[in-house]
């Protein structure tokens, strides 16, 4: 079989070296592979959480227009009896005249 | 939201209620703003990942290529060491069958010089015995040039004698059967 000098002067059996070479590309590959699968068990991680987040949002959303509901209707109440008040206030002042 | 004058118009209970609904209302808004940010950091590490998985995915996929390419030339290589090592093996067997002929052409010279041999020696014997058999006829034939020539053998000379009683006064006959039974002797010795 045919032969080559190595870099070391060594003489390399182009067959052992066609073995080696392939051997080192699939080591490459297979750890490619777990990190393949390592990221799309990261991308599924991410997505679930992105998913749960927009949930909480939604969530959140509802819990935030509710209270603020309540809010703003506790706000109107103040401002309707305050201007009661000032609109009384007034009707007394022009009476007294 | 509200002046003083008018959270001034709200009850005790009533004013409660507005201060804890109005930081709800601010807690709620600050884990939404939360949340949003959280989102967009989760996407953007989203985009990243898919990005280095696209990448690794590409590494990948060309290296299935050199390794498809590899595996090939692996392969054509194996094909031509085995039909190397055939060829090898067959000049090796070549080599053990030209061996095995020059053996016996060896073989085969050794008996023909042997059968030469045997031959020569047969023909040396022949040849000497020819000799002897032209020495003997050479010196028959002296003999027979100093003798007459008698074709009778030697009973018929020794029948062919003269009787007693018949007995001649001269000596030629006696002479003559002397001689005859001489010659006879001879010949009978020869053989």
């Known amino acids: 079989m045919k032969t080559y000098m190595g870099h070391f002067g060594q003489t390399i059996d182009i067959v052992d070296d066609l073995y080696n070479k392939k051997t080192l590309i699939e080591a490459q590959i297979s750890m490619l592979n777990n990190e393949i699968s390592?990221?799309?068990?990261?991308?599924?991680?991410?997505?679930?959480?992105?998913?749960?987040?927009?949930?909480?949002?939604?969530?959140?959303?509802?819990?935030?227009?509710?209270?603020?509901?309540?809010?703003?209707n506790l706000v109107n109440t103040a401002k309707t009896r305050y201007q009661t008040w000032l609109n009384a206030m007034k009707n007394l002042s022009i009476s007294s005249w | 939201m509200l002046t003083t004058n008018e959270y001034n118009q709200l009850?005790?209970?009533?004013?409660?209620?507005?201060?804890?609904l109005q930081s709800q209302v601010s807690a709620i808004s600050g884990n939404i703003e939360a949340l949003k940010l959280k989102i967009?950091?989760?996407?953007?590490?989203?985009?990243?990942?898919?990005?280095?998985?696209?990448?690794k995915e590409t590494l990948r996929?060309?290296?299935?290529?050199?390794?498809?390419?590899?595996?090939?030339?692996?392969n054509n290589a194996i094909l031509k060491k085995q039909a190397q090592m055939m060829e090898e093996l067959k000049l090796l067997q070549d080599i053990e069958a030209l061996k095995k002929l020059q053996e016996a052409k060896l073989a085969e010279e050794a008996?023909?010089?042997?059968?030469?041999?045997?031959?020569?020696?047969?023909?040396?014997?022949?040849?000497?015995?020819?000799?002897?058999?032209?020495?003997l006829a050479e010196e028959?034939?002296?003999?027979?040039?100093?003798?007459?020539?008698?074709?009778t053998t030697p009973a018929q000379i020794i029948q062919s004698s003269p009787k007693p009683v018949e007995e001649k006064k001269s000596?030629?006959?006696?002479i003559l059967g002397a001689t005859a039974l001489g010659i006879a002797a001879y010949l009978y010795t020869q053989e």
């Open chain 1, 38 to 72: 390592a990221l799309e068990i990261k991308i599924t991680e991410l997505t679930d959480g992105i998913s749960f987040a927009e949930q909480e949002i939604i969530k959140l959303t509802s819990s935030y227009n509710t209270t603020n509901s309540q809010f703003m």
């Open chain 2, 11 to 20: 009850s005790t209970t009533e004013k409660n209620t507005y201060k804890t």
């Open chain 2, 140 to 151: 028959k034939l002296k003999a027979q040039e100093t003798m007459p020539v008698l074709d």
């Open chain 2, 40 to 55: 967009i950091n989760l996407k953007t590490s989203l985009s990243e990942a898919k990005k280095q998985k696209l990448d």
């Open chain 2, 61 to 74: 996929n060309q290296l299935m290529l050199v390794k498809d390419n590899l595996q090939n030339d692996y």
């Open chain 2, 171 to 174: 000596n030629t006959g006696l």
């Open chain 2, 111 to 135: 008996k023909r010089l042997e059968e030469a041999k045997r031959l020569e020696e047969a023909k040396r014997l022949e040849e000497a015995k020819r000799l002897e058999e032209t020495r």
